[in-house]
């Protein structure tokens, strides 16, 4: 069974996409749509891949970009309309071109984990719109980076159905 960090632990991380859960992303249950969760969670990644070299108009000023490959989503606690959340993520490791990461969605309002989306992401050369080799700045920020989230205090527990190839 995968155990998942907790809320205390994760708050070590830098939050993303700090906001309330708004009233048009509720579902009839009355707490965030399922199609939100990927969406903020792709959002706090790309928030956080500018840390490492790799800006939000990547593709519109180097003709390269990130693509998903593959998404495993975890739902661990609801985030209601009005509740505060915020995306906390974890480099695991990288290819010659790919990456892996969790995302963990917090419910800041309620101090708990509620989400764990765990992502392979992918170089894109635009041009070719085929996967290509991390530019070698990114390479070395990225492989800093998940040392650093090596040195987490917490384990790093995925889902078993995603790797890098």
């Known amino acids: 069974m995968t155990t998942h960090p907790t809320y205390d632990q994760l708050i070590a991380l830098p939050a993303y996409v700090e906001q309330p859960v708004p009233m048009p992303f509720e579902d009839i249950n009355g707490h965030l749509n399922v199609r939100h969760y990927v969406g903020i969670a792709s959002e706090g990644l790309d928030e956080s891949l500018v840390e490492v070299g790799i800006p939000q108009m990547w593709p519109l000023t180097h003709q390269q970009a990130c693509f998903t490959a593959e998404h495993h989503v975890t739902y661990i606690n609801e985030l209601q309309t009005g509740d505060t959340m915020s995306a906390r993520v974890r480099l695991l490791g990288r ?28 170089h894109i050369d635009l041009k070719t719109r085929r996967t290509a080799p991390w530019p070698a700045d990114v390479a070395e920020k990225m492989d800093a980076r998940i040392a650093e989230h090596d040195a987490l205090p917490f384990a790093a527990d995925t889902s078993g159905s995603l790797a890098l190839r």
């Open 95 to 122: 290819s010659e071109r790919a990456a892996h990461a969790l995302i963990y969605l917090l419910d800041e309002t309620e101090k708990e984990v509620a989400c764990v989306v765990e992502e392979i992401f992918l």
